[in-house]
């Protein structure tokens, strides 16, 4: 229960965009059959080294498929102004295209994604 409070609080702005059942997914894949020690193992695997930074790049620099920033406008831990810039920065875009959503876009604001996304896909 405190799990989904958390999640509404800081990852999803729409109450309503959620379930309870899919919230409780989250929570799942997180604790695992191992107590949730791969999920740390992956969260502890981000490098900040520059090597690591020069792999990123590379990934939407000089590339021949276009490339977009689409961030969540409230997300309480990436702020926009901050890594929201930095990652548009990194690719070389004019802007980054924002919306209404929290920590978790993807689950927070689904047809917005994916109008960026299809609109990405149609240039």
């Known amino acids: 229960m405190m799990f989904r409070s958390l999640m509404r609080l800081q990852g999803i702005g729409d109450r309503d965009a959620i379930s309870n059942a899919e919230l409780d997914a989250y929570l799942s894949l997180m604790r695992g059959d ?6 740390l193992a992956v969260m502890r695997s981000t490098e900040r080294t520059p090597e690591k930074e020069a792999l990123y790049r590379s990934a939407v620099r000089a590339v021949s498929y ?22 548009r920065a990194a690719a070389g875009l004019q802007s980054v295209a924002t919306i209404p959503a929290k920590h978790f876009p993807q689950e927070d604001q689904a047809p917005a994604v994916a109008d960026h996304v299809a609109r990405l896909a149609r240039r």
Do not use: C, I, M, S
């Open 66 to 87: 276009p490339v977009q920033v689409v961030w969540a406008a409230d997300d309480p831990a990436l702020k926009l102004k901050t890594y929201g810039e930095q990652a």
């Open 34 to 39: 191992d107590g949730g020690r791969a999920f």
